[in-house]
């Protein structure tokens, strides 16, 4: 015999009435908790961590697809400007810096970085 078991039968007795005990305060913290635990909202997925904004990954795709517009459009504008008129690399040159200065401000609007215009605020 080892030194954990005991002798009598009141031993099993015991361990049987504390595991019932323990199953019911188990059950009795099961209904608190459920009580105490808001509702999900409907139309929300119940799946932890998820947001109910944009994912970062589809955020950063806008970023950057956001810039990347800017840029371009201003080269090809001071391309075709160039082209056309015969100024040849200050339409280019003029037009790509524009094109990065709007890339820049539509990212910095698009992320929230830009503050609201003080005569412009919701209505509550």
């Known amino acids: ?24 305060r188990l059950k009795r913290l099961e ?10 909202p ?3 997925s119940s799946r932890p961590g998820q947001t109910a904004g944009p994912s970062p990954l589809g955020q950063a795709m806008r970023l950057s697809t956001e810039f990347i ?5 201003g080269g090809i504008l001071g391309w075709m400007f160039d082209r ?11 037009l790509l810096m524009l094109g990065f200065a709007t890339g820049v401000y539509n990212v910095m609007r698009v992320s929230g970085a830009l503050s609201k215009a003080p005569g412009k605020e919701r209505d509550l």
Not at 1 to 23: C, H, P, Q, W
Not at 31 to 40: D, G, H, L
Not at 84 to 94: A, H, Q, R, S
């Open 31 to 40: 209904t608190q908790i459920e009580r105490k635990r808001p509702s999900a």
């Open 42 to 44: 409907p139309g929300h």
């Open 1 to 24: 015999m080892s030194g954990n078991e005991t002798g009598d039968e009141g031993g099993d007795g015991r361990k049987k009435a504390l595991d019932a005990d323990l199953s019911q």
């Open 69 to 73: 517009a800017g840029v371009l459009a």
């Open 84 to 94: 056309y008129l015969g100024t040849k690399p200050w339409g280019l040159i003029v």
